[in-house]
């Protein structure tokens, strides 16, 4: 059996920006974290900690965590997107790789936006082709020079999102170099199957997110035909065990698999009140230590 690592993720305490009045304070995440019980979790989004890698691993050291991944966005789909992505990107993987990270989590651009519009044609056959490409030379130049293995994370209303495009990615990249970060929120928010994923392709998964979608707050964001973000400010991602997909066949489904892997508790919640967070961190790691098999922290 494999080994289960949890952590958690700026996410999971209403973090999406850099910088952002409304968010909770990085020290207090920090604080707040470690005293969840976590001891790893990922950077968030580039500039919401210390960028300074001396002024983190110190701001870690002293509280007992590690960084398993950094994250970013890309645009590859798009012509001549390659520098601006690799700029934004290789900041983040520098950094991860600097506090001892061996993943880069790195997720689609939008197709749609926040009060629903679509702001870029979905790809087809062909665009998904291309992407795969790119992102497949993405990953090679990651691990060539940060050591940073390449985990695609699907996201809900992006060009890589549904079962379908999910399955065509995974067929169009090269798992040397590219593998999936499985969102088990963001993979049933678009009706898609974790644990298909999992029995398919064995192989391709390498890292995990952890998350569950309220099927009631679903069902009326389909039918009002609105965006993720507005999605998320209505509660579809809600604490484990209230939603979907249920977490314990998945975690034990995981540890089949026979490697080891982070999985990160990742519960949008932006924007959120500051005393929201650490009780529903404890209460998730409880719940996921009791019925998570072989999970470890």
């Given at each position: 059996?494999?080994?289960?690592?949890?952590?958690?993720?700026?996410?999971?305490?209403?973090?999406?920006?850099?910088?952002?009045?409304q968010?909770?304070?990085?020290?207090?995440?920090?604080?707040?974290?470690?005293?969840?019980?976590?001891?790893?979790?990922?950077?968030?989004?580039?500039?919401?900690l210390?960028?300074?890698?001396?002024?983190?691993?110190?701001?870690?050291d002293?509280?007992?965590?590690?960084?398993?991944a950094?994250?970013?966005?890309?645009?590859?789909?798009r012509?001549?997107?390659?520098?601006?992505?690799?700029?934004?990107?290789?900041?983040?993987?520098?950094?991860?790789?600097?506090?001892?990270?061996?993943?880069?989590?790195?997720?689609?651009?939008?197709?749609?936006?926040?009060?629903?519009?679509?702001?870029?044609?979905?790809?087809?056959?062909?665009?998904?082709?291309?992407?795969?490409?790119?992102?497949?030379?993405?990953?090679?130049?990651?691990?060539?020079?940060?050591?940073?293995?390449?985990?695609?994370?699907?996201?809900a209303?992006?060009?890589?999102?549904?079962?379908?495009?999910?399955?065509?990615?995974?067929?169009?990249?090269?798992?040397?170099?590219?593998?999936?970060?499985?969102?088990?929120?963001?993979?049933?928010?678009?009706?898609?199957?974790?644990?298909?994923?999992?029995?398919?392709?064995?192989?391709?998964?390498?890292?995990?997110?952890?998350?569950q979608?309220?099927?009631?707050?679903?069902?009326?964001?389909?039918?009002?035909?609105?965006?993720?973000?507005?999605?998320?400010?209505?509660?579809?991602?809600?604490?484990?065990?209230?939603?979907?997909?249920?977490?314990?066949?998945?975690?034990?489904?995981?540890?089949?698999?026979?490697?080891d892997?982070f999985?990160?508790?990742?519960?949008?919640?932006?924007?959120?009140?500051?005393e929201?967070?650490?009780?529903?961190?404890?209460?998730?790691?409880a719940?996921?230590?009791?019925?998570?098999?072989?999970v470890?922290?």
């Open positions: 059996m494999g080994r289960v690592t949890i952590g958690s993720a700026p996410d999971s305490w209403g973090v999406w920006f850099a910088d952002d009045e968010q909770t304070p990085w020290e207090r995440f920090l604080d707040e974290v470690a005293a969840a019980g976590y001891r790893r979790i990922e950077l968030g989004p580039y500039g919401y210390p960028t300074d890698p001396a002024r983190l691993k110190d701001e870690l002293k509280r007992g965590l590690a960084v398993t950094g994250t970013s966005f890309e645009h590859l789909h012509p001549d997107s390659w520098d601006s992505t690799w700029k934004d990107i290789s900041a983040t993987a520098e950094l991860a790789a600097a506090m001892g990270a061996k993943h880069l989590v790195v997720m689609p651009s939008m197709w749609r936006g926040d009060n629903g519009e679509v702001v870029e044609p979905r790809l087809d056959h062909e665009g998904q082709a291309r992407h795969g490409k790119q992102v497949t030379e993405l990953g090679r130049r990651i691990a060539a020079e940060y050591g940073l293995k390449t985990q695609y994370h699907p996201h209303d992006g060009h890589v999102d549904s079962q379908e495009t999910v399955e065509r990615f995974l067929d169009e990249t090269d798992g040397e170099y590219v593998n999936l970060c499985l969102d088990t929120g963001h993979i049933s928010y678009c009706g898609g199957d974790n644990l298909k994923l999992i029995q398919d392709y064995p192989d391709r998964i390498g890292y995990v997110h952890l998350k979608v309220d099927p009631k707050v679903l069902a009326e964001v389909e039918a009002a035909g609105v965006g993720f973000d507005e999605a998320v400010r209505r509660g579809v991602m809600c604490e484990p065990p209230n939603g979907v997909p249920e977490l314990p066949p998945l975690l034990d489904a995981l540890a089949a698999l026979d490697v892997l999985a990160i508790v990742e519960q949008d919640m932006y924007p959120c009140p500051p929201v967070p650490l009780p529903i961190a404890e209460r998730t790691l719940y996921l230590r009791t019925h998570g098999g072989g470890s922290v």
